[in-house]
Nanobody
Framework: QVQLVESGGGLAQPGGSLRLSCAASGGTFSIYGMGWFRQAPGKEREFVAGIMRSTGRTFYADSVKGRFTISRDNVKITVSLQMNSLRPEDTAVYYC??????????????????WGQGTQVTVSS
């Protein structure tokens, strides 16, 4: 069973930056892709970014393209999310996710099998 632990959330000012990290453990050899989702109060959990473990191919939600960058470290089995030019609407709990080998791509909630507990990101002046 894969366990995911996020870190790096916190408070940032509009226009500022934060970096989230997620460390995977337990059965990590099966991970095919990883990603980030977020959920704001009263809203559905939404896709933010995803990355294929082997090829490094990335996927982004339109709302974060050009501002956020997802990356992975296949040795440490970690995935990171560099968030720049933050906006108040980026405020949410951010969740790390991982998926076992399957068809499709790490860009849809249904593709993922494992979830972290979440880390709060607040963008406010």
């Amino acid at each position: 069973q894969v366990q995911l632990v996020e870190s790096g959330g916190g408070l940032a000012q509009p226009g500022g930056s934060l970096r989230l990290s997620c460390a995977a453990s337990g059965g990590t050899f099966s991970i095919y892709g990883m990603g980030w989702f977020r959920q704001a109060p009263g809203k559905e959990r939404e896709f933010v970014a995803g990355i294929m473990r082997s090829t490094g191919r990335t996927f982004y939600a339109d709302s974060v393209k050009g501002r956020f960058t997802i990356s992975r470290d296949n040795v440490k089995i970690t995935v990171s999310l560099q968030m720049n030019s933050l906006r108040p609407e980026d405020t949410a709990v951010y969740y790390c996710a991982a998926g076992d080998p399957k068809s499709g791509s790490p860009s849809d909630r249904a593709w993922f099998d494992y979830w972290g507990q979440g880390t709060q990101v607040t963008v406010s002046s």
